[in-house]
Protein backbone atom coordinates (compact mmCIF):
# COMPACT_ATOMS: atom_id res chain seq x y z
CA UNK A 1 0.00 0.00 0.00
CA UNK A 2 2.65 2.68 -1.17
CA UNK A 3 -0.54 4.52 -1.74
CA UNK A 4 -1.53 6.95 1.17
CA UNK A 5 -5.15 7.94 -0.49
CA UNK A 6 -6.86 4.14 -0.56
CA UNK A 7 -10.14 4.55 -1.62
CA UNK A 8 -10.62 1.12 -3.40
CA UNK A 9 -10.15 -2.59 -1.81
CA UNK A 10 -6.93 -3.65 -1.43
CA UNK A 11 -6.97 -6.30 -3.25
CA UNK A 12 -3.44 -8.08 -3.03
CA UNK A 13 -4.05 -7.52 0.80
CA UNK A 14 -7.54 -8.75 1.04
CA UNK A 15 -6.31 -12.06 -0.99
CA UNK A 16 -3.03 -12.23 1.35
CA UNK A 17 -5.04 -13.13 4.39
CA UNK A 18 -7.66 -14.93 2.80
CA UNK A 19 -4.68 -17.35 1.93
CA UNK A 20 -3.53 -17.13 5.61
CA UNK A 21 -7.03 -18.19 6.87
CA UNK A 22 -8.26 -15.02 8.75
CA UNK A 23 -10.52 -11.99 7.65
CA UNK A 24 -10.28 -8.41 7.34
CA UNK A 25 -10.92 -5.22 8.59
CA UNK A 26 -10.33 -1.30 7.48
CA UNK A 27 -9.37 0.58 10.47
CA UNK A 28 -8.49 4.36 10.13
CA UNK A 29 -6.23 6.30 11.08
CA UNK A 30 -6.71 9.86 10.60
CA UNK A 31 -6.79 10.36 6.95
CA UNK A 32 -4.55 7.19 6.32
CA UNK A 33 -6.56 3.75 6.20
CA UNK A 34 -4.69 0.78 7.36
CA UNK A 35 -5.33 -2.34 7.03
CA UNK A 36 -5.03 -4.74 10.14
CA UNK A 37 -7.11 -8.61 10.19
CA UNK A 38 -8.53 -10.71 13.04
CA UNK A 39 -8.93 -14.54 12.96
CA UNK A 40 -11.48 -16.62 11.68
CA UNK A 41 -11.21 -19.36 14.37
CA UNK A 42 -11.74 -22.87 13.76
CA UNK A 43 -14.88 -24.21 13.98
CA UNK A 44 -16.00 -25.99 17.09
CA UNK A 45 -18.82 -27.91 18.02
CA UNK A 46 -20.49 -24.90 20.21
CA UNK A 47 -20.83 -22.95 17.26
CA UNK A 48 -23.20 -25.31 15.55
CA UNK A 49 -27.01 -24.86 16.39
CA UNK A 50 -28.22 -27.85 18.79
CA UNK A 51 -30.54 -30.29 16.22
CA UNK A 52 -28.51 -29.10 13.25
CA UNK A 53 -27.00 -31.69 11.35
CA UNK A 54 -23.38 -31.70 9.48
CA UNK A 55 -23.51 -30.13 5.85
CA UNK A 56 -21.66 -33.34 4.97
CA UNK A 57 -24.30 -35.95 6.14
CA UNK A 58 -26.63 -37.32 4.02
CA UNK A 59 -30.54 -37.34 4.31
CA UNK A 60 -32.78 -39.09 2.07
CA UNK A 61 -30.07 -38.99 -1.06
CA UNK A 62 -30.18 -34.81 -0.34
CA UNK A 63 -27.77 -32.32 1.32
CA UNK A 64 -29.98 -30.39 4.14
CA UNK A 65 -29.42 -26.98 4.18
CA UNK A 66 -26.35 -24.55 6.01
CA UNK A 67 -26.97 -24.54 9.57
CA UNK A 68 -26.84 -21.15 11.02
CA UNK A 69 -23.96 -20.74 13.04
CA UNK A 70 -22.10 -17.72 15.06
CA UNK A 71 -18.98 -16.12 14.55
CA UNK A 72 -16.65 -15.11 17.42
CA UNK A 73 -14.34 -12.97 17.29
CA UNK A 74 -11.05 -12.06 17.76
CA UNK A 75 -9.38 -8.74 19.49
CA UNK A 76 -6.43 -7.59 17.36
CA UNK A 77 -4.08 -7.99 20.32
CA UNK A 78 -4.67 -11.83 20.33
CA UNK A 79 -3.49 -12.26 16.79
CA UNK A 80 -0.85 -15.26 16.01
CA UNK A 81 2.15 -13.45 16.05
CA UNK A 82 3.73 -15.16 12.77
CA UNK A 83 0.35 -12.82 11.02
CA UNK A 84 1.80 -9.90 12.28
CA UNK A 85 4.92 -9.35 9.69
CA UNK A 86 2.36 -10.72 6.87
CA UNK A 87 0.22 -7.46 7.38
CA UNK A 88 3.18 -4.84 8.27
CA UNK A 89 5.08 -5.77 5.40
CA UNK A 90 2.04 -4.31 3.15
CA UNK A 91 2.76 -0.80 5.10
CA UNK A 92 5.22 1.79 4.46
CA UNK A 93 7.54 2.88 7.52
CA UNK A 94 4.67 5.56 8.65
CA UNK A 95 1.86 3.16 8.73
CA UNK A 96 3.59 0.45 10.07
CA UNK A 97 4.60 2.72 13.24
CA UNK A 98 1.38 3.89 14.09
CA UNK A 99 0.49 0.47 14.54
CA UNK A 100 2.37 0.60 18.06
CA UNK A 101 -0.89 1.94 19.15
CA UNK A 102 -3.15 -0.96 18.62
CA UNK A 103 -2.05 -2.77 21.66
CA UNK A 104 0.67 -3.82 23.39
CA UNK A 105 1.38 -6.94 20.91
CA UNK A 106 1.53 -4.40 18.36
CA UNK A 107 3.59 -2.12 20.26
CA UNK A 108 7.21 -3.74 18.54
CA UNK A 109 5.99 -5.35 15.85
CA UNK A 110 6.73 -3.08 13.22
CA UNK A 111 10.05 -3.07 14.72
CA UNK A 112 10.39 -6.61 13.09
CA UNK A 113 8.55 -6.01 9.95
CA UNK A 114 10.58 -7.49 6.65
CA UNK A 115 10.06 -4.90 4.45
CA UNK A 116 10.98 -1.07 5.03
CA UNK A 117 9.92 1.74 3.15
CA UNK A 118 11.30 5.33 3.56
CA UNK A 119 8.43 7.50 1.10
CA UNK A 120 9.67 11.32 1.29
CA UNK A 121 5.69 12.05 0.21
CA UNK A 122 4.37 9.34 2.74
CA UNK A 123 6.04 10.83 5.35
CA UNK A 124 5.88 14.62 4.69
CA UNK A 125 2.33 14.60 3.57
CA UNK A 126 0.60 17.07 0.64
CA UNK A 127 2.60 19.93 1.95
CA UNK A 128 6.24 18.49 0.14
CA UNK A 129 4.27 18.34 -2.92
CA UNK A 130 3.45 21.73 -2.95
CA UNK A 131 7.35 22.33 -2.79
CA UNK A 132 6.27 24.83 0.51
CA UNK A 133 9.50 25.16 2.24
CA UNK A 134 11.08 21.93 0.96
CA UNK A 135 14.46 21.88 2.89
CA UNK A 136 12.28 21.82 6.41
CA UNK A 137 10.39 19.30 4.94
CA UNK A 138 13.63 17.32 3.19
CA UNK A 139 15.49 17.68 7.08
CA UNK A 140 11.60 15.94 8.80
CA UNK A 141 11.85 12.90 6.62
CA UNK A 142 15.69 12.30 6.98
CA UNK A 143 15.35 12.72 10.95
CA UNK A 144 12.27 10.86 10.99
CA UNK A 145 14.09 8.05 8.74
CA UNK A 146 17.26 8.32 10.97
CA UNK A 147 14.93 7.38 13.96
CA UNK A 148 13.00 4.28 12.35
CA UNK A 149 16.44 2.91 11.22
CA UNK A 150 17.84 3.12 14.87
CA UNK A 151 14.69 1.44 15.70
CA UNK A 152 15.71 -1.64 13.58
CA UNK A 153 19.38 -1.64 14.22
CA UNK A 154 20.06 -5.13 14.57
CA UNK A 155 16.99 -6.42 13.10
CA UNK A 156 16.90 -8.43 10.04
CA UNK A 157 15.43 -6.22 6.94
CA UNK A 158 14.90 -8.23 3.70
CA UNK A 159 13.49 -5.16 1.56
CA UNK A 160 14.91 -1.46 2.29
CA UNK A 161 12.80 0.85 -0.49
CA UNK A 162 14.01 4.93 -0.43
CA UNK A 163 11.74 6.96 -2.30
CA UNK A 164 12.31 10.51 -2.83
CA UNK A 165 12.08 12.94 -6.00
CA UNK A 166 15.16 14.64 -7.85
CA UNK A 167 14.89 17.79 -5.66
CA UNK A 168 16.03 15.90 -2.60
CA UNK A 169 18.64 13.63 -3.80
CA UNK A 170 21.30 16.47 -2.95
CA UNK A 171 19.39 17.21 0.09
CA UNK A 172 19.52 13.79 1.54
CA UNK A 173 22.97 12.34 0.04
CA UNK A 174 24.80 12.71 3.12
CA UNK A 175 22.30 10.22 4.59
CA UNK A 176 21.49 7.68 1.97
CA UNK A 177 25.49 6.30 2.27
CA UNK A 178 24.35 5.79 6.00
CA UNK A 179 20.96 4.17 4.72
CA UNK A 180 22.69 2.13 2.38
CA UNK A 181 25.33 0.49 5.14
CA UNK A 182 22.56 -0.14 6.97
CA UNK A 183 20.86 -2.24 4.09
CA UNK A 184 24.32 -4.39 3.85
CA UNK A 185 24.26 -4.75 7.79
CA UNK A 186 20.96 -5.97 7.91
CA UNK A 187 21.48 -8.25 4.71
CA UNK A 188 18.70 -7.07 3.04
CA UNK A 189 17.51 -9.27 -0.67
CA UNK A 190 16.41 -6.22 -1.79
CA UNK A 191 17.36 -2.52 -2.51
CA UNK A 192 15.37 0.41 -4.12
CA UNK A 193 16.29 4.02 -4.80
CA UNK A 194 13.47 5.55 -6.24
CA UNK A 195 13.53 9.05 -7.46
CA UNK A 196 10.75 10.96 -9.21
CA UNK A 197 10.17 14.01 -11.25
CA UNK A 198 12.99 13.34 -13.39
CA UNK A 199 13.84 15.08 -16.68
CA UNK A 200 15.95 13.52 -18.84
CA UNK A 201 17.37 16.50 -20.84
CA UNK A 202 18.23 18.30 -17.88
CA UNK A 203 19.92 15.75 -15.62
CA UNK A 204 23.46 17.27 -14.58
CA UNK A 205 26.34 15.12 -13.11
CA UNK A 206 25.37 17.24 -10.03
CA UNK A 207 22.16 15.96 -9.54
CA UNK A 208 23.13 12.12 -8.99
CA UNK A 209 23.84 10.38 -6.06
CA UNK A 210 27.58 8.84 -5.79
CA UNK A 211 27.37 5.12 -4.58
CA UNK A 212 30.19 4.01 -3.64
CA UNK A 213 29.40 0.27 -4.74
CA UNK A 214 31.61 -0.81 -1.60
CA UNK A 215 29.12 -0.03 0.53
CA UNK A 216 26.68 -2.61 -0.40
CA UNK A 217 30.16 -5.09 1.08
CA UNK A 218 28.94 -7.47 3.84
CA UNK A 219 32.03 -9.05 4.28
CA UNK A 220 33.39 -9.37 0.95
CA UNK A 221 30.47 -10.87 -0.79
CA UNK A 222 27.07 -8.95 -0.97
CA UNK A 223 23.32 -10.85 -0.09
CA UNK A 224 21.69 -8.32 -2.17
CA UNK A 225 19.00 -10.40 -4.77
CA UNK A 226 16.85 -7.33 -5.92
CA UNK A 227 19.30 -4.10 -6.80
CA UNK A 228 16.75 -1.22 -8.37
CA UNK A 229 18.43 2.47 -8.74
CA UNK A 230 17.70 5.45 -9.88
CA UNK A 231 19.62 8.62 -10.33
CA UNK A 232 22.92 7.57 -9.41
CA UNK A 233 26.91 7.61 -10.54
CA UNK A 234 28.28 3.86 -9.69
CA UNK A 235 31.74 4.36 -8.42
CA UNK A 236 33.94 1.28 -7.90
CA UNK A 237 35.15 -1.49 -7.17
CA UNK A 238 32.56 -3.34 -7.15
CA UNK A 239 31.76 -6.64 -4.38
CA UNK A 240 30.38 -9.78 -5.47
CA UNK A 241 27.29 -10.30 -6.05
CA UNK A 242 26.75 -14.05 -5.99
CA UNK A 243 23.32 -14.30 -5.28
CA UNK A 244 22.01 -11.49 -7.42
CA UNK A 245 18.76 -11.76 -9.84
CA UNK A 246 17.78 -8.71 -10.99
CA UNK A 247 19.20 -5.67 -11.58
CA UNK A 248 17.91 -1.91 -12.83
CA UNK A 249 19.19 1.16 -13.61
CA UNK A 250 17.57 4.27 -14.51
CA UNK A 251 19.40 7.35 -15.29
CA UNK A 252 22.55 6.49 -14.18
CA UNK A 253 26.30 6.98 -15.21
CA UNK A 254 28.89 4.24 -15.20
CA UNK A 255 32.10 3.71 -17.76
CA UNK A 256 31.27 0.99 -19.83
CA UNK A 257 34.59 -0.72 -18.81
CA UNK A 258 33.49 -0.88 -15.08
CA UNK A 259 29.92 -1.61 -15.49
CA UNK A 260 31.19 -4.86 -17.39
CA UNK A 261 33.32 -5.93 -14.24
CA UNK A 262 30.51 -5.29 -11.90
CA UNK A 263 28.47 -7.47 -14.07
CA UNK A 264 31.24 -10.03 -14.17
CA UNK A 265 30.78 -10.26 -10.76
CA UNK A 266 26.78 -11.11 -11.24
CA UNK A 267 27.17 -14.57 -12.11
CA UNK A 268 23.29 -15.62 -11.22
CA UNK A 269 21.66 -12.82 -13.09
CA UNK A 270 18.10 -13.08 -14.52
CA UNK A 271 17.25 -9.69 -15.22
CA UNK A 272 18.82 -6.69 -16.55
CA UNK A 273 17.13 -3.64 -17.31
CA UNK A 274 19.06 -0.64 -17.81
CA UNK A 275 17.09 2.62 -18.79
CA UNK A 276 19.14 6.38 -20.03
CA UNK A 277 22.18 4.70 -18.19
CA UNK A 278 25.16 7.07 -20.08
CA UNK A 279 27.55 4.04 -21.35
CA UNK A 280 28.84 5.49 -24.52
CA UNK A 281 30.97 2.62 -25.15
CA UNK A 282 30.97 -0.77 -26.04
CA UNK A 283 29.56 -3.21 -23.59
CA UNK A 284 31.00 -6.34 -23.46
CA UNK A 285 31.19 -8.98 -20.28
CA UNK A 286 33.41 -12.15 -20.29
CA UNK A 287 31.93 -13.72 -17.79
CA UNK A 288 28.77 -15.89 -19.30
CA UNK A 289 25.22 -15.17 -17.87
CA UNK A 290 23.88 -18.86 -17.63
CA UNK A 291 20.39 -17.83 -15.94
CA UNK A 292 19.97 -14.04 -18.02
CA UNK A 293 16.29 -14.67 -18.99
CA UNK A 294 15.65 -10.61 -19.60
CA UNK A 295 17.83 -7.78 -21.25
CA UNK A 296 16.47 -4.06 -21.72
CA UNK A 297 19.05 -1.40 -23.42
CA UNK A 298 16.88 1.93 -23.54
CA UNK A 299 19.05 4.92 -24.44
CA UNK A 300 22.29 3.88 -23.51
CA UNK A 301 24.15 5.39 -26.46
CA UNK A 302 25.95 2.17 -26.83
CA UNK A 303 28.07 1.12 -29.44
CA UNK A 304 28.83 -2.29 -29.27
CA UNK A 305 27.10 -5.35 -26.78
CA UNK A 306 28.93 -8.27 -26.73
CA UNK A 307 27.83 -11.40 -23.73
CA UNK A 308 26.90 -14.62 -23.90
CA UNK A 309 23.24 -15.51 -22.35
CA UNK A 310 22.42 -18.72 -23.45
CA UNK A 311 18.72 -18.84 -22.09
CA UNK A 312 17.67 -15.47 -22.74
CA UNK A 313 14.05 -15.30 -23.67
CA UNK A 314 13.50 -11.31 -24.22
CA UNK A 315 15.61 -8.96 -25.67
CA UNK A 316 14.63 -5.04 -25.99
CA UNK A 317 16.59 -2.30 -27.43
CA UNK A 318 15.84 1.43 -27.87
CA UNK A 319 18.61 3.89 -29.51
CA UNK A 320 19.46 5.94 -32.35
CA UNK A 321 21.42 3.44 -34.17
CA UNK A 322 21.26 0.01 -34.12
CA UNK A 323 25.06 -1.39 -32.49
CA UNK A 324 26.66 -4.64 -33.09
CA UNK A 325 25.08 -7.44 -31.00
CA UNK A 326 26.20 -10.64 -30.34
CA UNK A 327 24.33 -12.88 -27.66
CA UNK A 328 26.13 -16.21 -28.00
CA UNK A 329 24.03 -19.00 -29.08
CA UNK A 330 20.28 -18.22 -27.86
CA UNK A 331 18.26 -20.83 -28.91
CA UNK A 332 15.33 -20.20 -26.26
CA UNK A 333 15.32 -16.53 -27.50
CA UNK A 334 11.22 -15.83 -28.12
CA UNK A 335 10.91 -11.78 -28.02
CA UNK A 336 12.82 -9.33 -29.47
CA UNK A 337 11.59 -5.39 -29.62
CA UNK A 338 14.16 -3.02 -31.48
CA UNK A 339 13.65 0.41 -32.18
CA UNK A 340 16.70 2.69 -33.91
CA UNK A 341 15.93 6.38 -35.48
CA UNK A 342 18.33 6.12 -37.90
CA UNK A 343 18.87 2.70 -40.09
CA UNK A 344 18.98 1.61 -43.63
CA UNK A 345 16.75 -1.46 -44.86
CA UNK A 346 19.80 -3.49 -45.95
CA UNK A 347 21.49 -3.06 -42.51
CA UNK A 348 18.22 -3.44 -40.88
CA UNK A 349 17.89 -6.88 -42.43
CA UNK A 350 21.45 -7.72 -41.92
CA UNK A 351 21.99 -6.79 -38.42
CA UNK A 352 18.60 -8.32 -37.06
CA UNK A 353 18.92 -11.17 -38.73
CA UNK A 354 22.76 -12.01 -37.80
CA UNK A 355 22.20 -11.12 -34.19
CA UNK A 356 18.93 -12.76 -33.67
CA UNK A 357 18.63 -16.53 -35.63
CA UNK A 358 16.74 -17.89 -33.54
CA UNK A 359 13.93 -15.25 -32.42
CA UNK A 360 10.30 -16.19 -32.48
CA UNK A 361 8.45 -12.90 -31.90
CA UNK A 362 9.94 -9.85 -33.99
CA UNK A 363 9.08 -6.53 -33.71
CA UNK A 364 11.20 -3.84 -35.32
CA UNK A 365 10.29 0.24 -35.03
CA UNK A 366 12.80 2.58 -37.23
CA UNK A 367 12.37 5.81 -39.87
CA UNK A 368 13.42 3.77 -42.67
CA UNK A 369 15.83 7.06 -44.35
CA UNK A 370 16.74 4.62 -47.30
CA UNK A 371 14.89 1.93 -49.93
CA UNK A 372 16.05 1.17 -52.79
CA UNK A 373 14.03 -0.23 -56.06
CA UNK A 374 14.75 -2.70 -57.85
CA UNK A 375 16.75 -5.30 -55.75
CA UNK A 376 18.14 -8.20 -55.94
CA UNK A 377 16.40 -10.83 -53.92
CA UNK A 378 17.96 -13.52 -52.74
CA UNK A 379 16.75 -17.39 -51.32
CA UNK A 380 18.38 -17.32 -48.64
CA UNK A 381 16.34 -17.85 -44.97
CA UNK A 382 17.94 -15.80 -42.11
CA UNK A 383 15.09 -15.88 -39.58
CA UNK A 384 14.33 -19.67 -40.18
CA UNK A 385 12.10 -19.91 -36.52
CA UNK A 386 9.97 -16.27 -37.15
CA UNK A 387 6.34 -16.89 -36.41
CA UNK A 388 5.47 -13.71 -35.85
CA UNK A 389 6.67 -9.88 -37.28
CA UNK A 390 5.63 -6.16 -36.44
CA UNK A 391 7.18 -3.63 -38.40
CA UNK A 392 6.37 -0.28 -37.67
CA UNK A 393 7.82 2.38 -40.15
CA UNK A 394 8.19 6.17 -40.02
CA UNK A 395 8.93 6.77 -43.45
CA UNK A 396 10.08 10.30 -44.01
CA UNK A 397 12.29 10.20 -46.97
CA UNK A 398 12.17 10.67 -51.05
CA UNK A 399 12.65 6.96 -50.91
CA UNK A 400 8.53 6.41 -49.72
CA UNK A 401 7.49 5.16 -53.19
CA UNK A 402 9.64 2.16 -52.63
CA UNK A 403 8.24 0.92 -49.55
CA UNK A 404 8.03 -2.85 -51.77
CA UNK A 405 11.25 -3.65 -50.29
CA UNK A 406 9.43 -4.35 -46.69
CA UNK A 407 9.11 -7.91 -48.37
CA UNK A 408 12.72 -8.55 -47.63
CA UNK A 409 11.64 -9.29 -44.45
CA UNK A 410 8.62 -11.72 -45.25
CA UNK A 411 11.07 -13.43 -47.92
CA UNK A 412 13.87 -14.00 -44.99
CA UNK A 413 11.03 -15.61 -43.02
CA UNK A 414 9.32 -18.58 -44.65
CA UNK A 415 7.23 -19.92 -41.34
CA UNK A 416 5.50 -16.63 -40.82
CA UNK A 417 2.60 -17.03 -39.88
CA UNK A 418 1.53 -13.25 -38.18
CA UNK A 419 2.58 -10.38 -39.87
CA UNK A 420 1.31 -6.69 -38.30
CA UNK A 421 2.94 -3.60 -40.60
CA UNK A 422 2.27 0.00 -39.46
CA UNK A 423 3.71 2.51 -42.34
CA UNK A 424 2.93 6.07 -41.33
CA UNK A 425 4.48 8.24 -44.83
CA UNK A 426 5.02 11.63 -44.75
CA UNK A 427 3.84 11.88 -48.66
CA UNK A 428 -0.44 11.80 -48.57
CA UNK A 429 -0.46 10.43 -52.50
CA UNK A 430 2.49 8.49 -52.84
CA UNK A 431 3.09 8.49 -56.29
CA UNK A 432 0.34 7.84 -58.85
CA UNK A 433 0.63 5.36 -62.11
CA UNK A 434 -0.29 1.50 -62.64
CA UNK A 435 0.98 -0.83 -59.62
CA UNK A 436 4.36 -1.76 -58.85
CA UNK A 437 4.71 -5.44 -59.14
CA UNK A 438 7.56 -7.94 -58.69
CA UNK A 439 7.19 -10.89 -61.22
CA UNK A 440 4.14 -12.87 -59.99
CA UNK A 441 4.98 -16.03 -58.29
CA UNK A 442 8.46 -15.25 -57.44
CA UNK A 443 7.43 -15.09 -53.58
CA UNK A 444 5.46 -17.47 -51.81
CA UNK A 445 4.45 -16.95 -48.10
CA UNK A 446 3.04 -20.23 -47.70
CA UNK A 447 2.59 -20.07 -43.82
CA UNK A 448 0.76 -16.66 -43.93
CA UNK A 449 -2.22 -16.69 -41.81
CA UNK A 450 -2.95 -13.41 -40.53
CA UNK A 451 -2.15 -9.79 -42.25
CA UNK A 452 -2.76 -6.21 -40.61
CA UNK A 453 -2.11 -2.73 -41.59
CA UNK A 454 -1.93 0.00 -39.86
CA UNK A 455 -2.09 3.80 -40.95
CA UNK A 456 -3.31 2.67 -44.05
CA UNK A 457 -4.16 5.89 -46.23
CA UNK A 458 -4.74 4.63 -49.46
CA UNK A 459 -0.91 6.03 -51.14
CA UNK A 460 -0.13 3.84 -53.68
CA UNK A 461 2.95 2.50 -52.68
CA UNK A 462 0.84 1.03 -49.90
CA UNK A 463 -1.39 -0.41 -52.20
CA UNK A 464 1.62 -2.11 -54.25
CA UNK A 465 2.54 -3.77 -51.07
CA UNK A 466 -0.89 -5.43 -49.80
CA UNK A 467 -1.50 -6.69 -53.28
CA UNK A 468 2.04 -8.15 -53.78
CA UNK A 469 1.31 -9.80 -50.05
CA UNK A 470 -2.08 -11.09 -50.60
CA UNK A 471 -1.28 -12.84 -54.32
CA UNK A 472 1.60 -14.21 -52.29
CA UNK A 473 -0.17 -15.52 -49.43
CA UNK A 474 -2.46 -18.48 -50.15
CA UNK A 475 -3.10 -19.33 -46.35
CA UNK A 476 -4.39 -15.86 -45.38
CA UNK A 477 -7.46 -16.37 -43.16
CA UNK A 478 -7.95 -13.20 -42.16
CA UNK A 479 -6.76 -9.65 -43.40
CA UNK A 480 -6.98 -6.30 -41.18
CA UNK A 481 -6.89 -2.88 -42.57
CA UNK A 482 -6.89 0.38 -40.25
CA UNK A 483 -7.15 3.50 -41.38
CA UNK A 484 -6.38 5.80 -38.62
CA UNK A 485 -4.10 8.03 -38.04
CA UNK A 486 -0.60 7.27 -35.84
CA UNK A 487 0.10 9.25 -32.62
CA UNK A 488 -3.36 10.77 -32.86
CA UNK A 489 -5.31 9.80 -29.84
CA UNK A 490 -8.92 8.90 -29.81
CA UNK A 491 -10.69 10.96 -27.31
CA UNK A 492 -8.69 13.90 -29.74
CA UNK A 493 -9.53 12.65 -33.02
CA UNK A 494 -12.17 14.39 -34.95
CA UNK A 495 -13.38 13.32 -37.89
CA UNK A 496 -13.84 16.59 -40.25
CA UNK A 497 -15.94 16.28 -43.58
CA UNK A 498 -12.82 16.13 -45.73
CA UNK A 499 -11.67 13.55 -43.56
CA UNK A 500 -15.30 11.55 -44.20
CA UNK A 501 -14.69 11.71 -47.64
CA UNK A 502 -10.86 10.48 -47.68
CA UNK A 503 -11.96 7.84 -45.08
CA UNK A 504 -14.58 6.73 -47.96
CA UNK A 505 -12.05 7.12 -50.70
CA UNK A 506 -9.81 4.67 -48.78
CA UNK A 507 -12.63 2.12 -48.40
CA UNK A 508 -13.26 1.95 -51.72
CA UNK A 509 -9.57 1.32 -52.93
CA UNK A 510 -9.29 -1.03 -50.25
CA UNK A 511 -12.47 -3.01 -51.86
CA UNK A 512 -11.79 -3.16 -55.36
CA UNK A 513 -7.71 -2.32 -55.31
CA UNK A 514 -7.18 -5.08 -52.52
CA UNK A 515 -10.78 -7.09 -51.68
CA UNK A 516 -10.62 -8.27 -55.35
CA UNK A 517 -7.50 -10.32 -54.59
CA UNK A 518 -8.46 -12.09 -51.83
CA UNK A 519 -9.83 -15.63 -51.84
CA UNK A 520 -13.25 -16.92 -50.74
CA UNK A 521 -11.79 -18.18 -47.39
CA UNK A 522 -10.04 -15.24 -46.07
CA UNK A 523 -11.72 -12.75 -44.07
CA UNK A 524 -11.63 -9.25 -44.69
CA UNK A 525 -11.89 -6.29 -42.43
CA UNK A 526 -11.51 -3.03 -43.22
CA UNK A 527 -11.97 -0.35 -39.31
Known amino acids: MGNNNVTGRPRRILDDARREGVATVLITCRCNRSLVC ?8 EEITPGAEPCDAPSGGRRKPTRSRTTRRVPIGNLPEELLPTILSKLDAKQAARTSVLSSAWEHAWKHSPRLTLDIFAICGAAYRLMLYPERYVQRFVDMADAILRQRRGSVVEQLEIRVDKAAVQLV ?25 VTPRLMRPSDLYALPLQLLDDGGV ?10 VSLKLPSPSFPKLKRLGLC ?19 EWLDLYNVYLNDELKVDTPFSRLRYLRLAACSVTQIKLTATNLATFIFLGRSLPSIDLGETPRLCDVNVYCHEITMEHALSSLSDAFPMVQRLSFHSIIIQLEFPWRLQNASRFPHLRHLQLIFDV ?53 KSLRVCSFRG ?10 IV ?41 TCIGSKLSAKTKFIVE
Request: glycine fraction near 4%; proline fraction near 5%.
Open 396 to 448: RTMHSDDILSVVRFLEAAPLLEELDIVLALCRENGGEGHLRRLPHGQLKYKCL
Open 251 to 269: YARVSAADFGDMLSNCPNL
Open 222 to 231: SSLQHIHLSC
Open 459 to 468: QKSQVDLLVH
Open 38 to 45: HCKPPRSK
Open 173 to 197: SRRLDDWVRFAAAARAKSLTLHVSS
Open 471 to 511: ENAPALQILTIDSSRPHVPEETYRVTEDEKGILSKIRHMAA
